[in-house]
C-alpha cells in the first residue's frame, strides 16, 4: 500500500512493512525529550516505580529552558529535580545553563535530531523537526516516562494533509507567514490528530530556519506532526552535525490524502495573528497602527540566527519608539555568540532593545518580560492564547521577525515598508 | 474489566478552543501538586470555577478542548479538581492522549457537546458511551473507546502497561 513519509517513518520504528491510518502501533523512539516543566513529572513516575535504568542514556535529552536561568524557588526545585536524575542515571544529553538552549532550537543545531528519525517530546512543538524529515510528536510528561523506561510510545497512524506552495516569495515573507496563513484558512483544529505535509516549489527552496518554523507551529493547527520531505537543503543542514546515520524518506506517488490545498505563496503578505487564537491571522496592512508596549523576538519558532539577522537589518539605524519594551532572545547559546559576532548585538542595543541569555522565558508568561493588565505585545512566538505572556487581560500578535522589528520602531504594529 | 461506576454530576459548560492556558495558566507551573493545581483549574477561563465546582462534577467543552501546551498539568489539575469526567466534542490531540495515560476518564460527543448547558444534571455510561442528561430528558452516545485504549485502561494506565511489557 502507498503510504505518506509519516506513515512510512512509524511503519519503519514498528518493524512493519505498512501500516495504515487509524492503526494503534508501539513503536521505538530514536530520542526522547523532556524539559524543566515537563521532565519532573516524568522523573517522579520514574523514582516512585523504583526504576534503577533507562532504556538508553544516549538518547533521551533533557533541557531546563523554561523558567531557567530559574525565575524564583519553585522552578529552581525543578531544575535540580533534572539536574539530579541526569547525574543519577548518567544522561548524556543534559544541558546545563551555558549549553541550555530552547529545546527546538538546540536539538537539531546539536545533531540529536535527524532525517527519518521518530522522536517524542514532552512539549507540543516537538513537531518542529518535521523540518528535518522526522517524525516528531509532543508527547505528555506519562508517555515521556514511558518511552525513558522503554524506549517506545504507542502512536495513532494519522491521514495527511498535503498543503502545495508555489510561487516565489514577497520581500521579508518567510515560513511564520506561511505558517499563519495556512492556519488562518484551515483554523486551529483543522488538522486535528492528521498530518500536516508541506511541499511545493516554495518549500523546496525555503531555508531551514524558515522550514523549522513551519513545522513548529503544525500544533497550532492541531496536528499530530508537520514534516517537509527532506532534500538538498536538509542535508546541507545535517552536514557536520550528524554522528550517526540517518534515512531520506519520502511519500510514496500513490500516497492518500484527507485533503490537499494548494496556496500561491507569491500572493501570501506578511502575516499579523490577532488575539486570541494563531487562527486569527491576517495580512499586515489589516493590523497597521494598534499600538504596542512591548516586541519579544525569540522562541523555538523565531529565535534562529536568521531571525535576528532579519530583525537586526529591520532596526539598523532606527530606534525602538518611545514607550515600547523591545527583547530579543537567541535561542541558543550558538546562536547569541554567532549574533554577537556578526555585530547584531551592537544593532540591538544602539536601538535600545535588551538582549537575554536563552529561554523560553516571556513566550510562556514564565518571566524576563510578562505583560501587564492591558498591555499589547507583539512577538515572534507561536501562541497568543489569553493570558499567554501575562495578565490574562493583556494581549499578544504573533508575526515574523521583520514585522516586529518593525512595529517596535513604529511604535505600533507596522510593516519594514512602513520605516 | 470490572464493571465501572456512573458519573454523575452538574454541567459545566465551556466554549470552543479551551486552551491548556486557561485549564492551568503556566505562571502555575512551577509545582506539580495536584492540590495546589486544582485550586486554579480553569482560572483564566472562569476565575470563580474553584469556587463553584463540587466533587463528581462535568467539564463540558466544545471542539477542540485542551489545546495548546503538552502540560499534564492540565488533566492533573481537572482531576485533582474532583472534575469526574469531561465531555466534548472534539479534544486537542495531546490532552486526548494524556486524559488516557494518565486515567481522566474523556468522552467525545459533538451532540452531548451541543445539547447540554450549565447547571445541567448529567450521568454518565462510561461502559456504554452513554451521556444522559437528566435535567432535559435526553440521551446522546459517545465515541467508543478503541480495543488498545481498553488495554491501557485495564493495565491501570501507560506505565503499569509498558512494566508489564519490559518485565
Ligand atoms: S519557546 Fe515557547 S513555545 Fe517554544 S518551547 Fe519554549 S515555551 Fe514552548
Known amino acids: 500500500m502507498a503510504m505518506t513519509i509519516t506513515q512510512k517513518i512509524l511503519a519503519a520504528h514498528a518493524g512493519l512493512d505498512s501500516v495504515h491510518p487509524g492503526e494503534i502501533i508501539m513503536a521505538e523512539v530514536d530520542l526522547a525529550l523532556g524539559n524543566d516543566i515537563t521532565a519532573p513529572i516524568a522523573i517522579s513516575i520514574l523514582r516512585e516505580k523504583g526504576i534503577q535504568r533507562v532504556f538508553d542514556r544516549d538518547r533521551i535529552a533533557l533541557v531546563p529552558d523554561h523558567f531557567a536561568p530559574n525565575k524564583d524557588i519553585a522552578s529552581a526545585e525543578q531544575c535540580r529535580q533534572m539536574r539530579e536524575f541526569a547525574r543519577d542515571f548518567d544522561i548524556t544529553h543534559y544541558f546545563e545553563l551555558g549549553e541550555m538552549g530552547i529545546e527546538h532550537a538546540l536539538l537539531p543545531e546539536k545533531g540529536l535530531v535527524l532525517p527519518g528519525d521518530l522522536v517524542v517530546g514532552a512539549d507540543s512543538h516537538t513537531c518542529t523537526y518535521g523540518a528535518l524529515g522526522a517524525f516528531s510528536m509532543g508527547v505528555g510528561s506519562t508517555d515521556l516516562a514511558g518511552a525513558m523506561i522503554s524506549g517506545k510510545a504507542w502512536f495513532k497512524v494519522p491521514t495527511s494533509i498535503k498543503f502545495v506552495f508555489s510561487g516565489k516569495l514577497r520581500p521579508w515573507v518567510g515560513g511564520k507567514d506561511l505558517i499563519l496563513y495556512t492556519i488562518g484558512r484551515i483554523g486551529v483544529d483543522g488538522a486535528l490528530y492528521r498530518s500536516m505535509e508541506f511541499t511545493g516549489e516554495t518549500i523546496d527552496s525555503l531555508p531551514m530556519a524558515d522550514r523549522l518554523a513551519m513545522c513548529n507551529m503544525a500544533i497550532e493547527a492541531g496536528a499530530k506532526n508537520g514534516i517537509i520531505t527532506p532534500d538538498g537543503i536538509t542535508e546541507e543542514y545535517v552536514k557536520g552535525r550528524a554522528s550517526r546515520e540517518y534515512t531520506l524518506y519520502s511519500s510514496d506517488p500513490g500516497a492518500r490524502y484527507d485533503e490537499v490545498h494548494e496556496y500561491d505563496a507569491s500572493a501570501i503578505d506578511l502575516q499579523v495573528a490577532f488575539p486570541h487564537l494563531p487562527e486569527n491571522s491576517r495580512p499586515v496592512g489589516e493590523a497597521r497602527g494598534v499600538s504596542i508596549d512591548q516586541v519579544v523576538v525569540g522562541s523555538c519558532t523565531n529565535g534562529r540566527l536568521e531571525d535576528l539577522r532579519q530583525a537586526g537589518e529591520v532596526l539598523r539605524g532606527h530606534r525602538v519608539a518611545r514607550g515600547v519594551r523591545m527583547i530579543v532572545i537567541p535561542a541558543t547559546p550558538l546562536i547569541y555568540r554567532q549574533a554577537m559576532d556578526e555585530g547584531l548585538f551592537e544593532i540591538f542595543l544602539d536601538a535600545g532593545a535588551v538582549i537575554s541569555t536563552p529561554t523560553c522565558g516571556p513566550c510562556l508568561g514564565g518571566h524576563m518580560g510578562i505583560l501587564a493588565e492591558g498591555e499589547r505585545a507583539v512577538a515572534t512566538t507561536n501562541r497568543n492564547f489569553v493570558g499567554r505572556m501575562g495578565h490574562p487581560k493583556s494581549e499578544v500578535y504573533l508575526s515574523g521577525p521583520a514585522v516586529a522589528a518593525a512595529s517596535a520602531v513604529v511604535g505600533s504594529i507596522a510593516s519594514p515598508e512602513d520605516l | ?167
Open chain 2, 1 to 167: 474489566m470490572t464493571k465501572q461506576s456512573l458519573y454523575k454530576g452538574k454541567a459545566w459548560r465551556f466554549g470552543d478552543d479551551i486552551d491548556t492556558d486557561a485549564i492551568i495558566p503556566a505562571r502555575y507551573l512551577t509545582t506539580s501538586d495536584p492540590d495546589e493545581l486544582a485550586g486554579h483549574c480553569m482560572e483564566d477561563a472562569d476565575p470563580d470555577f474553584q469556587s463553584k465546582v463540587s466533587a463528581g462534577d462535568i467539564i463540558v467543552g466544545g471542539k477542540n478542548f485542551g489545546c495548546g501546551s503538552s502540560r499534564e498539568h492540565a488533566p492533573i489539575a481537572i482531576k485533582a479538581a474532583k472534575v469526574s469526567c469531561v465531555i466534548a466534542s472534539s479534544f486537542a490531540r495531546i490532552f486526548y492522549r494524556n486524559a488516557f495515560n494518565m486515567g481522566l476518564p474523556i468522552f467525545e460527543s459533538p451532540e452531548a457537546s451541543a445539547g447540554i448547558r450549565t447547571g445541567d444534571e448529567l450521568e454518565v455510561d462510561p461502559a456504554e458511551g452513554i451521556i444522559r442528561n437528566l435535567t432535559r430528558g435526553v440521551e446522546f452516545r459517545a465515541e467508543p473507546y478503541p480495543p488498545f485504549m481498553v488495554d491501557l485502561i485495564q493495565s491501570g494506565g501507560l506505565i503499569p502497561y509498558l512494566l508489564k511489557e519490559v518485565s
